[in-house]
């Protein structure tokens, strides 16, 4: 059975802190996504990474997919409100585009 | 907006009740996708559908009937439930289910509550 373990499963920080959060697992996935899920709302995609050691930045956030393609973090410099929600990444696994899910990882940005 | 939408948004029900969650995208995809998010598991997969055709039952037990009458439109028909199916059910598409790198776009959900 494949898993992704996400740490930390909490996080609260003060406006302008970085932080990292860390997605691990003993399997290769094809590639890895990291969604966003606001409360009352669905998970919205905010990178896919697909080549091992790739690294893709999305203005303040900065994604890297592992070497051996089985870990993945995201980064958050100097992190504002805007930022609190529930981070998501997501393994993809076998041939009809089955994602897989890590627990999550809970961010809330203190003023 | 994100193009896909479900309804009903919130539905709590007995479990000998019969009801139908729907979903439905606006995006011209072909795959579509039944997901059970609960507060102490990952959002788990539960079924997938590539052009109306069921192409992965994630072992969902059978009191939840899947059906795509078509490529826009996805239900969740549910019968005897039981206190532990208590969830947030979201539905995603994709354009395709085959080939990697697909990015699913989800629905905000339906909330159930089991009585």
């Known amino acids: 059975t494949q898993l992704l373990e996400q740490s930390p499963q909490f996080l609260s920080i003060q406006e302008g802190e970085n932080l990292t959060v860390y997605c691990n697992s003993s399997?290769?996935?094809?590639?890895l996504q990291w969604y966003r899920q606001e409360p009352g709302e669905g998970p919205v995609l905010l990178v896919t990474?697909?080549?091992?050691?790739e690294v893709k930045k999305l203005k303040r956030l900065t994604f890297q997919f592992g070497d051996a393609r089985k870990d993945s973090s995201l980064h958050i410099t100097a992190a504002q409100t805007g930022d609190t929600g529930l981070y998501l990444c997501a393994g993809v696994s076998g041939g009809y585009n089955k994602l897989i899910f890590g627990a999550g990882t809970r961010l809330a940005v203190h003023p | 907006e994100t193009g896909v939408t479900q309804t009903p948004r919130h539905l709590v029900m007995g479990m000998t009740n019969k009801k139908s969650l729907k979903c439905e995208q606006h995006?011209?995809?072909?795959?579509m996708y039944w997901y059970k998010q609960s507060a102490k598991k990952p959002l788990e997969l539960m079924f997938v559908y590539s052009l109306e055709e069921r192409v992965e039952n994630n072992s969902v037990p059978s009191r939840f009937s899947p059906e795509c009458p078509n490529s826009s439109h996805l239900f969740l028909h549910l019968h005897t439930l039981q206190p532990e199916d208590s969830a947030l059910y979201l539905c995603?598409?994709?354009?395709?289910?085959?080939?990697?790198?697909?990015?699913?776009?989800f629905g905000d959900g339906t909330r159930l509550s089991i009585l």
């Open positions: 990474v697909v080549t091992g050691g």
């Open positions: 399997s290769v996935f094809s590639s």
């Open positions: 995006l011209g995809h072909n795959a």
């Open positions: 995603a598409s994709s354009q395709d289910a085959v080939g990697s790198n697909q990015p699913q776009h």
